[in-house]
């Protein structure tokens, strides 16, 4: 995918340039030191001949198709650019200049010219406004990066220029490899998810990172992602999370950044993993980039100090994962064999005075030990430590039991020969344990992602006609808000229900409906003249069998009719009296990238003062509903704590399954709420009390 | 203070060895080595002379007295050696030797020994089982860490001995200098409370950073390490917080790893800065050791790129600091001296193509800014930017403005010399912003620990005699549970009051005591004879006003006499209808280290789900009371949320600090528990409903 970007047979460098220190000339020097073997045409109307290659005076003067034209001419001749490009026949262009979306209401109109063009044409482009590519399996590199990274099994695709500059100079400092740089400026035509896709599609690249302040197109983002999470890891760093932080984001690529919890959730639903800080996304980077996958949760720590091993024990907690537990076998071997004040237990403690033979006693017996899925090996430089031999002592075992290593050979000086050796054999090495864990727990995460099957599509019938119906009758009003009644049809038409409710017209009819309904039931005038039914004695709650039934629909007629002679009776509706173990909300929010955003949190304080809520991304299939009601701290009042019985776990996730269906069915809701939505006991369902939905 | 450990006139060592690779030889070669200036005596029977020094067959040979011992002996004849240099009157040693607690009951008991020996002559320890210390100032290396690190402002102490051999190997490729290291071992004698309070005293030291995995003694602790805060910032990664990390602490050192909750509390209360890993630890340290105090939270962030920028503003909202905003004047200011493009609000965009000349007009006038308080410079190495060039430029205005700066210089190769000229110029770089940010987060915090007021003595009038006499008749008894009856009168002495109740005897009675309290009341038969009072129909509640209570009371009668006719009856309780704002939970737990947990938290699931509470070390005074209130995430609740009334805030402090005086009263309390306490509205107090206390 996009092989006329990332391995083209021939370059053209339009805007190529004489002068040291402009785009044009670093673009055209970095091409040619970069080694890249196919054609390079420079193209400059003013230059004969650059850096001893033929330069041509147009692009039409080129006696080839150059399969990639990179541009950095000024904004205003972009767009005669690609089209002289389409004319020609090339089919892929970066755009480096900058002067479109991110200047202002010209250059967008510019950038919509620009998109025009190339559609015409066929011509797919990337950026503009960026800082270009890089494939260092193709000798690429062109971009004004001033470094050309090493060859490496990590694609970085970023919408910020300048952090590549950063990164790359950094990698070359930490000698981290890459397969891919990208540099996506503006998006004005290629998205970030073709991109994600393109280097998933690429044989060198085992991890994808992703710096992003707001994605081109979210519903095409979740579509491409998730295909390319269940076979390769994404990791996403998301600026412009917070109020200040999203401000920023807006001034810098205009790209609107959407809200975190949208985000948040997009990740989530296509296996990406979301990673707070630079730091966290490399350190993660390299441990799928140099290991193999982690099979499962369970740690063991081999160390030749006490204190770094309780920082790494304290982190495996921290961050859910399990120290594994050695076998008693392992544990008499390691005893045999190890000093007798060291610890055999896990973390597994060769002492300060222990050379590459203590680890390897140690590394040999913990790695083949079926209950460890993950080995920290951690080494302090103490007097008699020997760095380098040690790191062939784990590099040997890494290699013979194929289980995930990650080291923290911890210290400067001493340990730099050994972790150069750890580098060049895969291994990755943190300065500190606690960020080697933090890349083992990241492992664990992807095993769920590749463990999640999607499950059966839902179908839900659904009396969608009677909503097209209400909905009809909306548009036509002024009001976008639907009235309670309405609301509740539309709700019943996916079997959303209120509180079961009949209308008796005498006492016997009261009797029949209460028994259908099961006692206790509530009682309520139904009058279109009486507006305040309590006030006008019209309502009795709890009551509890045939006697009280029938005692309180009298007391109800005697009272309405004294409060308001005059009123229209129609009959009393005898209702279910609603009680459940928890009163939940389930919320819809249309975001502007992602499409209806569902909400599930407890109802009350758990969402007003707590905010523990959760969020899904529409469609949402029962196994997606199933988690977010378990990720929410309150969970536990729903899955039988202390005396509280069991909530229909399973009937909470039928009612968010059909406000997903139905958001689908019906994209112009714009709000909904179900707010509270009574969970009764397990088997006994949902129902909803009160509920809102506006229409866009 | 402890000058005899940190500038000795003379060093001996006891142990000192000719064989390179014993840790007596390396200790020695460390001494010379480090310059060390005063003299050495090397102490060893069986060598006339070791590295050019002459070398003594034992202390009493020595023809002076050696301010310092270092002994390096097996852990037998390790007592004796002290004796010896009891004798001799050496007053300070340091024991590296180990084989003590650590190593199982016999060593413990050579532990006990030691320090007895040691008392008897007034000779102080720090060790056993230590690394040693360093103190770079007075080129005093008495440990067997293999490197000297270069003279600075840290100061670290450790417990583990191993993480100081990784850290300072680390440091010297790192370039962070150190002021002392400090091993601890395990604390036989010299405490780390003591090691923290010298470190304070010594003037080279800036900032003291500690890895613990218990304290020696926590009330000593507090006591000692609250003064030193108030002078110099301590910073604290407590090791062995989880379940699992804690067991491999007790197994490491033999420490007995306090709980998590304990120490956070006793950090909070002595305004220890507590991080959660090393690298925190370091990087937070720079900050303080380099740079001016902060003064406030407003945060300037000056860059010439934009995603940096983005990253680094969420940073500064998450770590709840506040964004500047630049008066119209700078921001005027900027407009007419950047270029058009860049971004003249904070964060300040100098834009890719910046020299020192863009950044030397934005840091001048975010600089002198009022409204900024700190300042993050961000520099990414783009093809034009000169990094050496903008640190000079950085490191004039930081001098110049006296305003605490931080940098993330971003990159590897092209920033390393510019990161180097900052270092010496004692401004610290992060590599990347987040980092920064957290630095500087933690400088706000210290602010705050350093404008903490130390609120007047709480004096609580309460009838203590009372109290004794009650827990007389407990420890006579088996149980050390009360009665409901002793508990209430126990927290009744100190003004912690249950509902108001009066007896009555008749309905007269019972109308004016309904009176006295104020309506609604509730009524309750007292008879020794009925303890099940509801059963009997001898309770009433909400009773309205002098009708219903003179229906009541009579009712009650009848009802208990037709229960039980036999029945004694005292009279009816006329009792107070409980009715507040929100029921809280005041708990309390002796913490073997640091005495008496004070748990404060909203009652029912705040505590038992979500578990939203928080903890203080006795004593508890308002200021402190006032915080922990406003430290949970249901404070919103108190606080008059929505349409809730505000609670009576004043009456909940009040009533911790009652609890409070009275943990400091009777230091025999183990465990207590007013659970609910109902907060009532805004000057109305508090209501103890249930309660227990537990003695020891």
Same mark, same amino acid.
């Given at each position: 995918?996009?092989e006329?970007?990332?391995?083209p047979?021939?370059?053209?460098v339009?805007?190529?340039?004489r002068e040291?220190?402009?785009?044009? /000339?670093?673009?055209?020097?970095?091409?040619?030191?970069?080694?890249?073997q196919?054609?390079?045409?420079? @193209?400059?109307?003013?230059?004969?001949?650059?850096?001893?290659?033929?330069?041509?005076p147009?692009?039409?003067?080129?006696?080839?198709?150059?399969?990639?034209?990179?541009?950095v001419?000024?904004?205003?001749?972009v767009?005669?650019?690609?089209?002289?490009?389409?004319k020609?026949?090339?089919?892929?262009?970066?755009?480096?200049s900058?002067?479109?979306?991110?200047s202002?209401?010209?250059?967008k109109?510019?950038?919509?010219?620009?998109?025009?063009?190339?559609?015409?044409?066929?011509?797919?482009?990337?950026?503009?406004?960026?800082?270009?590519?890089?494939?260092?399996?193709?000798?690429?590199n062109?971009s004004?990066?001033?470094?050309?990274?090493?060859?490496? /099994?990590?694609?970085f695709?970023s919408?910020?220029?300048?952090?590549?500059?950063?990164?790359?100079?950094w990698s070359?400092?930490?000698?981290?490899?890459f397969?891919?740089?990208?540099?996506?400026?503006?998006?004005?035509?290629?998205?970030?998810?073709?991109?994600i896709?393109?280097?998933?599609?690429?044989?060198?690249?085992?991890?994808?990172?992703f710096?992003?302040e707001?994605?081109k197109?979210?519903?095409?983002?979740?579509?491409? @992602?998730?295909?390319?999470?269940?076979k390769?890891?994404?990791?996403?760093?998301?600026?412009?999370?917070?109020?200040?932080?999203s401000k920023?984001a807006?001034?810098?690529? !205009?790209?609107?950044?959407?809200?975190a919890?949208?985000?948040?959730?997009?990740?989530?639903?296509?296996?990406?993993?979301?990673?707070?800080?630079?730091?966290?996304?490399?350190?993660?980077s390299?441990?799928?980039?140099?290991?193999?996958?982690?099979? !499962?949760?369970?740690?063991?720590?081999?160390?030749?100090?006490?204190?770094?091993?309780?920082?790494?024990?304290d982190?495996?907690?921290?961050?859910?994962?399990k120290?594994?537990?050695?076998?008693e076998?392992?544990?008499?071997?390691?005893?045999?064999?190890l000093?007798?004040a060291?610890?055999?237990h896990n973390?597994?403690?060769?002492?300060?005075?222990?050379?590459?033979?203590?680890y390897?006693?140690?590394?040999?017996?913990v790695?083949?030990?079926?209950?460890v899925d993950?080995?920290?090996?951690?080494?302090?430089?103490?007097?008699?430590?020997?760095p380098?031999?040690?790191?062939?002592?784990?590099v040997?075992?890494?290699n013979?039991?194929?289980?995930t290593?990650?080291?923290?050979?911890?210290?400067?000086v001493? @340990?730099?020969?050994?972790?150069?050796?750890?580098?060049?054999?895969?291994?990755?090495?943190?300065?500190?344990?606690?960020?080697?864990?933090?890349?083992?727990?990241?492992?664990?995460?992807?095993?769920?992602?590749?463990e999640?099957?999607n499950?059966?599509?839902v179908?839900?019938?659904?009396?969608?006609?009677?909503v097209?119906?209400?909905?009809?009758?909306v548009?036509?009003?002024?009001?976008r808000?639907?009235?309670?009644?309405?609301?509740?049809?539309?709700?019943?038409?996916?079997?959303?229900?209120g509180?079961?409710?009949?209308?008796a017209?005498?006492?016997?009819e009261?009797?029949?409906?209460?028994?259908?309904i099961?006692?206790?039931?509530?009682?309520?005038?139904?009058?279109?003249?009486?507006?305040h039914?309590?006030?006008?004695?019209?309502?009795?709650?709890?009551?509890?069998?045939?006697?009280?039934?029938?005692?309180s629909f009298?007391?109800?007629?005697?009272?309405?009719?004294?409060?308001?002679p005059?009123?229209?009776?129609?009959?009393?509706?005898?209702?279910?009296?609603?009680?459940?173990?928890q009163?939940?909300i389930?919320g819809?929010k249309?975001?502007?990238?992602?499409g209806?955003?569902?909400?599930?949190?407890?109802?009350?304080?758990f969402?007003?003062?707590?905010?523990?809520?959760?969020?899904?991304?529409?469609?949402?299939?029962?196994?997606?509903?199933?988690?977010?009601?378990k990720?929410?701290?309150?969970y536990?009042?729903?899955?039988?704590?202390?005396?509280?019985?069991?909530?229909?776990?399973?009937?909470?996730?039928?009612?968010?399954?059909?406000?997903?269906?139905?958001?689908q069915?019906f994209p112009?809701?714009?709000?909904?709420?179900?707010?509270?939505?009574?969970?009764k006991?397990?088997?006994?369902?949902?129902?909803?009390?009160?509920?809102?939905?506006?229409f866009e």
């Open positions: 995918m996009f006329q970007f990332f391995s047979k021939s370059v053209a339009i805007g190529a340039s040291p220190g402009k785009l044009g /000339s670093q673009i055209l020097s970095n091409i040619i030191s970069g080694q890249y196919g054609k390079i045409y420079p @193209v400059n109307p003013k230059a004969p001949e650059i850096s001893g290659l033929k330069c041509y147009d692009i039409s003067s080129i006696p080839d198709v150059p399969e990639l034209a990179v541009i001419v000024p904004a205003k001749i767009c005669s650019v690609i089209e002289e490009c389409g020609k026949g090339t089919k892929a262009a970066v755009v480096i900058a002067g479109f979306k991110e202002g209401p010209e250059g109109k510019r950038e919509e010219e620009l998109v025009e063009v190339a559609k015409k044409y066929g011509c797919r482009i990337i950026g503009p406004n960026c800082l270009g590519i890089i494939d260092t399996y193709s000798d690429l062109v004004f990066a001033p470094v050309m990274p090493t060859k490496g /099994s990590i694609a695709i919408q910020s220029g300048a952090l590549i500059s950063a990164v790359l100079d070359r400092k930490q000698k981290i490899g397969s891919r740089i990208i540099s996506m400026g503006n998006m004005a035509d290629v998205s970030e998810s073709e991109l896709e393109s280097c998933a599609a690429d044989e060198k690249t085992k991890v994808i990172l710096y992003v707001g994605v197109d979210g519903r095409d983002f979740i579509n491409r @992602v998730s295909k390319v999470t269940s390769k890891p994404v990791i996403a760093i998301k600026a412009g999370l917070t109020g200040s932080g920023a807006s001034s810098h690529t !205009g790209s609107l950044a959407g809200m919890e949208a985000y948040g959730a997009a990740f989530k639903k296509t296996g990406v993993l979301q990673v707070s800080n630079m730091e966290e996304l490399f350190d993660l390299l441990a799928f980039a140099y290991q193999p996958l982690i099979k !499962g949760d369970k740690i063991a720590v081999v160390t030749n100090a006490g204190g770094p091993a309780v920082l790494a024990t982190a495996v907690e921290k961050q859910g994962l120290m594994a537990t050695l076998s076998q392992t544990e008499s071997t390691l005893k045999k064999n000093p007798p060291a610890n055999i973390p597994v403690d060769v002492l300060g005075d222990a050379t590459e033979q203590g390897k006693v140690a590394l040999e017996n790695m083949k030990e079926d209950n993950g080995v920290l090996v951690i080494v302090t430089p103490q007097t008699i430590t020997r380098l031999e040690t790191a062939h002592v784990v040997e075992n890494a013979r039991y194929k289980k290593v990650v080291t923290s050979f911890m210290g400067g001493s @340990v730099e020969v050994a972790i150069d050796f750890l580098r060049q054999s895969k291994i990755p090495n943190y300065d500190f344990p606690e960020r080697a864990i933090r890349a083992l727990k990241a492992m664990v995460d992807y095993v769920k992602v590749l999640r099957k499950g059966p599509t179908e839900i019938a659904a009396d969608k006609d009677m097209s119906k209400i909905l009809q009758q548009k036509k009003s002024e009001s808000n639907l009235t309670d009644y309405q609301a509740r049809e539309i709700f019943g038409a996916y079997g959303i229900r509180p079961e409710r009949y209308l017209k005498n006492v016997d009261a009797i029949s409906n209460a028994k259908k099961g006692y206790p039931v509530v009682a309520k005038i139904v009058s279109p003249d009486i507006l039914k309590t006030e006008s004695g019209g309502v009795r709650i709890n009551i509890l069998n045939d006697e009280e039934m029938k005692k009298n007391e109800i007629m005697k009272s309405v009719k004294q409060y308001l005059s009123a229209r009776i129609e009959g009393i509706e005898i209702q279910e009296m609603v009680k459940g173990v009163e939940v389930i819809v249309k975001d502007i990238q992602f209806h955003l569902i909400m599930f949190g407890l109802g009350g304080i969402v007003e003062v707590l905010k523990d809520v959760t969020f899904g991304i529409v469609p949402v299939d029962r196994q997606e509903a199933l988690e977010m009601i990720e929410i701290k309150g536990k009042l729903l899955s039988g704590f202390r005396n509280l019985p069991e909530a229909d776990i399973d009937g909470l996730v039928e009612t968010i399954v059909k406000v997903s269906q139905m958001c069915d112009e809701i714009k709000e909904l709420d179900i707010n509270p939505l009574v969970v006991e397990k088997g006994k369902g949902t129902v909803m009390i009160d509920a809102r939905i506006i």
